[in-house]
């Protein structure tokens, strides 16, 4: 057996009450005060051979490609000594906060095979965490690995730990002064070389946004830059790059700013807090406009006696805790950064307050008002209220954006216009919510890339939870009967019906396949958890996490309200990502019956058909992000053609044939496939004022427009086995 070259970091997080996790995001307490520790392990190698001579020459490359994230994960004592620690994982760093004493640890570590390394403040292996502590004491495990590993293995890690080397020194040519909104940049940029970069704290501190946003687009083109240098590598057809930009806005429970303040809080404090909230509740930009005594008193603290004497100053309560949950939030950010080398942007506040605009197209959306005339007129107002609030200048970022658009937020950036069309079509996009904080945290720790083939899909479960007189009933057996000989040699769909909580638990442990389609009712009461109706029962998701064992990475929830647009964040999509599911395809609105069914039905379709045949085109693996995002821009397709088609600006051939040319620019990766729609529709006659109004009223009702990818859908990697491994052998001969 050979050891695993990668460098893992556990930080244990004491077992704790939920209901004392922080107050607007909802993080574990100790997790806030642990964070150092993720910020120093993004700063070190990911695997023994990253800073080896040969390693530093494709470190960046190892980075973009995705195969080299920071391995931090929190875990609680008590699964930490659950088991063993293996012996072909010995370089696993455990670290422990102030509260935990090592000693503690030391029964479980002496019955591991090889044992770990405790990072405490004293009493442990390391006191702290360094390039220098980490490769002395990597060393010492080299000589105390057992000779179930092969010697040759540990023979190779003592040379590649004995040769690390820091990757070479250099400038950007600018400093920036350092400040949260671009630290996650430093950071990935720091672990590219790059050193001198800060010349001392942000001094432009306020209400305006320029001086912040000139900093980001500044650090953001630097790593840009940086990533068009290494241009393509062959080995990016097995590994596909995850997202190249990620668009960051930590947020607050939706619900913060609406509940009651304790009435036991003393008076002075309690006056001071409601300060505090408004001025978080008004905030537009990156600081805050202070402008009275009261409110520079509340945000900025008191200056008090501390006990040795000196003069200290003590904030609020609650500013405080924000300040320690954004710091958290900025390392978890400089974490996925340095793991991809990938850019962050993070957006103003006023962001998360186009929620009322957001909410009103709701409304409208789950009215009878069925006008798609009016329904246009309300999707306007939510994308100019978002492009109010998006700096104009990050425009032109998203635009160098190559390999997708990880959305983490909670607002929906997604229909931000860019160029006439909502960022979700004019990018892959995926989303990653940021309350709840726990959840949040669990979705950017470093997830194992789930590889699977063409063949694997060979056995769908589609779980039916409609009763038999339901009107919409047995819809989407219609719709898959349309497709099912054209699948049938490929794979086959399995119906099941669940009318039980129990029967849901059963079909979820059950099924070992990678996808499951629900197909039933969803709701989100206001204020609520989100429901899946089962029969005539209502189940809340996040209540099986104890009882679910096993669960599909892809989840596809054919059901209204599965993310709801206008409710809090105890919705159906976070329930299955919190119960493992690797990415969820959720709804944002009310599904139509007949489009959700068609819908899941082309999914299928494509699963079948599209998939192995893009592998074979392309020559390379495709993610699961390629997989959905594709089949939204065709569904938007459809949908504007057969508008033109109701307006008889074309007929039903010039349907068939620009339908057939769109679908190819989208499958075919085209960068701009509704251009070339637009362009083949003009040749027809059709004039390009008339087409965009045309598009802009099928994007506003289209069912598209509903559907969410919520999860890591880039680690879902699927390609075929022979031609993976037939690309290993060709790279071998190049070695």
Not at 236 to 258: H, K, S, V, W
Not at 513 to 528: A, K, L, N
Request: charged share 25%; proline share 6%.
């Amino acid at each position: 057996m050979d050891l695993d070259p990668r460098i893992f970091f556990v930080i244990v997080i004491p077992d704790g009450d939920p209901k004392l996790a922080t107050p607007t995001q909802g993080f574990a307490v100790t997790l806030i005060e642990m964070r150092w520790a993720i910020r120093v392990a993004s700063l070190l190698p990911t695997n023994i051979f990253e800073l080896t001579d040969e390693g530093r020459e494709v470190f960046l490359a190892g980075r973009v490609s995705g195969v080299s994230p920071v391995h931090w994960f929190g875990q609680s004592p008590r699964a930490i000594r659950s088991m063993p620690h293996p012996a072909f994982a010995p370089f696993t760093v455990i670290v422990l906060p102030p509260s935990e004493n090592p000693q503690d640890y030391e029964e479980w570590a002496k019955a591991s095979p090889v044992r770990p390394t405790i990072v405490a403040k004293s009493g442990g292996d390391l006191s702290e965490l360094s390039l220098d502590a980490l490769q002395a004491q990597f060393l010492k495990i080299c000589d105390c690995i057992p000779d179930d590993i092969r010697r040759e293995s540990v023979e190779a890690a003592r040379a590649a730990i004995q040769a690390w080397k820091p990757m070479p020194a250099r400038e950007l040519g600018y400093q920036v002064g350092g400040h949260n909104t671009i630290t996650p940049n430093l950071v990935a940029l720091t672990v590219a070389g790059f050193e001198n970069m800060v010349s001392g704290r942000f001094q432009e501190v306020g209400g305006a946004t320029k001086p912040y946003v000139e900093q980001i687009v500044k650090t953001s083109n630097s790593i840009f830059d940086e990533r068009a240098k290494l241009g393509q590598r062959d080995l990016e057809r097995i590994f596909r790059r995850p997202p190249d930009l990620n668009l960051f806005a930590p947020a607050f429970y939706p619900d913060f700013f609406t509940s009651p303040i304790p009435s036991n809080m003393d008076r002075a404090l309690r006056k001071e807090t409601l300060v505090v909230r408004q001025a978080l509740e008004r905030q537009t930009g990156y600081g805050f406009d202070l402008r009275t005594e009261a409110q520079k008193s509340a945000m900025i603290g008191k200056i008090v006696q501390s006990d040795d004497g000196k003069a200290a100053i003590k904030p609020n309560p609650l500013i405080a805790a924000r300040a320690a949950e954004l710091a958290l939030n900025t390392d978890l950010m400089g974490a996925m950064t340095a793991s991809e080398f990938s850019v962050c942007v993070r957006l103003p506040n006023e962001i998360n307050r186009t929620v009322g605009s957001v909410r009103s197209f709701a409304q409208h959306y789950r009215s009878k008002e069925k006008s798609t005339r009016k329904r246009l007129l309300a999707f306007r107002q939510v994308q100019a209220r978002l492009a109010g609030a998006f700096p104009a200048e990050f425009v032109d970022v998203l635009r160098r954006s190559d390999s997708g658009i990880r959305i983490v937020s909670d607002a929906h950036v997604e229909w931000l216009d860019i160029d006439g069309l909502p960022l979700f079509i004019r990018k892959n996009c995926s989303r990653i919510p940021v309350t709840p904080g726990n959840l949040f945290v669990d979705h950017l720790a470093a997830k194992e890339p789930i590889r699977l083939t063409p063949g694997d899909f060979s056995s769908i479960l589609v779980l039916s939870a409609l009763k038999r007189d339901d009107p919409i009933a047995g819809l989407i057996e219609t719709a898959f009967g349309v497709f099912e000989p054209q699948w049938r040699k490929n794979l086959t769909v399995t119906y099941k019906s669940i009318t039980s909580e129990s029967e849901l638990v059963e079909a979820l442990n059950g099924f070992r396949g990678p996808m499951v389609i629900f197909d039933g009712h969803g709701s989100h009461s206001p204020g609520e958890p989100a429901k899946l109706h089962l029969g005539d029962a209502a189940v809340d998701v996040w209540g099986l996490r104890d009882r679910i064992k096993n669960i599909s990475p892809i989840i596809v929830l054919s059901a209204c309200d599965t993310h709801a647009a206008d409710r809090n964040h105890a919705t159906t999509a976070n329930g299955f990502m919190s119960l493992g599911a690797r990415a969820v395809l959720s709804s944002v609105f009310p599904l139509g019956a007949h489009d959700a069914a068609s819908f899941a039905a082309r999914l299928v379709y494509r699963v079948s058909e599209f998939v192995p045949g893009a592998i074979k085109a392309f020559d390379q693996a495709i993610t699961w992000t390629e997989v959905i995002c594709g089949l939204i821009r065709m569904q938007l397709l459809t949908d504007f053609l057969r508008l033109l088609e109701s307006k008889k600006a074309i007929d039903s051939d010039t349907y068939s044939r620009i339908h057939l040319k769109g679908n190819q620019a989208i499958n075919g990766r085209a960068a701009d496939p509704f251009g070339i729609v637009l362009e083949a529709l003009e040749k027809l006659g059709l004039t390009r004022n008339s087409l965009k109004l045309d598009l802009e009223t099928a994007v506003a009702n289209s069912s598209a427009l509903s559907y969410l990818l919520v999860g890591r859908p880039e680690t879902i990697i699927i390609d075929d086995r022979d031609r993976a491994i037939g690309q290993w052998k060709e790279l071998a001969q190049l070695v």
